[in-house]
């Protein structure tokens, strides 16, 4: 099995923090609004919709968050535009001062809006100025694809990136919590441009995302492998995973645990988190005259008690 093609080393986009997952059962304890719960969801928010439209800044259409504020005829805009309108009104020309729009502040204080995730199952309701940062941490916030080496921006949930990495990525499919990957490359002197590869693994009723790649560590060629989890991180670290590599009576182990997707690719990498091969040594592994790379990694994925 040859190796995926040469690609341009292109960061992933920084998604989301270590930390993230905890917040959602923090915030889980808020009171529930009686007249949203329930089964007309729709018909019991519409009654604050048109506060909603208010909160709405005019120029830039995001929900405003304190300081709102309004020119003396009454327009208001979020604390981001009027940074950008040079002092002046959007809607009316006066010049604008800075007035704060205390009213207005004070009705998002009193609203209560379900999570923007709630399609994807979020059935969390939020006090207005706690909802945007329950977004941010959300668990069914959707997840980045996790194929590397491109600068793909699909977002989704498990299943949707699952089909994603198959039919668009043609990334390999695999059954079962053990595997037994062979890794050839014929010009094993390039590693500048990160060369990768991507298999998905389907055990216990989860996805997991093996990555190979070649890098530059310092001024090192090195290889890595790892794993990671199509999910959370908090239940990543219900799972556990090894990985094997050697040849002529030398191996390396390494055994860890999954980290999330919602760990950045380059962000895992960067950080070790997985079998670093020296390129000696996978030289030395693939044996013959360190023309080809031929490394031949077993690994296994089992579940925590
Ligand atoms: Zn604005
Ligand atoms: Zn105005
Ligand atoms: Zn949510
Ligand atoms: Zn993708």
Redesign the pocket.
């Known amino acids: 099995m040859a190796l995926g093609s040469s690609c341009q080393d292109i960061p992933e986009s920084e998604t989301s923090d270590y930390e993230s997952s905890i917040a959602s059962n923090e915030l889980e304890n808020f009171q529930l609004t009686k007249s949203i719960v329930g089964p007309s969801v729709k018909a019991a928010v519409s009654p604050t919709s048109g506060v909603h439209e208010l909160l709405e800044c005019p120029v830039c259409t995001n929900s405003m968050y304190p300081p709102i504020h ?6 208001t805009l979020c604390s981001n535009c009027k940074l950008r309108v040079h002092n002046h ?6 010049e604008l001062g800075n007035i704060r729009c205390l009213a207005l502040e004070k009705v998002a204080e009193s609203l209560e809006l379900p999570c923007r995730h709630q399609n994807l199952g979020c059935p969390d309701i939020f006090p207005y100025y706690s909802k945007l940062k329950h977004e941010h941490q959300c668990r069914f916030r959707p997840y980045n694809c996790p194929y590397a080496g491109s600068e793909c921006l699909v977002t989704g949930d498990i299943p949707m990136l699952v089909t994603h990495l198959k039919n668009d990525h043609k990334v390999d499919m695999h059954d079962g919590c053990t595997f037994n990957h062979r890794y050839v490359k014929s010009n094993p002197q390039e590693v500048e441009n990160a060369t990768w590869m991507l298999t998905v693994f389907n055990c216990f009723g989860q996805h997991f995302c093996l990555h190979f790649e070649a890098f530059l560590l310092g001024m090192a060629p090195v290889y890595m492998a790892f794993l990671r989890f199509m999910g959370e991180d908090d239940e990543a670290k219900n799972y556990c995973y090894s990985l094997e590599v050697g040849g002529y009576g030398r191996k390396l182990i390494w055994q860890g645990v999954p980290r999330s997707i919602r760990d950045s690719h380059r962000k895992v990498r960067d950080s070790y988190d997985g079998l670093v091969i020296h390129r000696n040594m996978a030289l030395f592994f693939s044996g013959g005259n360190r023309q080809e790379l031929k490394l031949r990694v077993t690994g296994r994925i089992w579940k925590e008690q």
């Open positions: 309004q020119c003396p005829n009454g327009h009104c959007p809607t009316c020309r006066h």
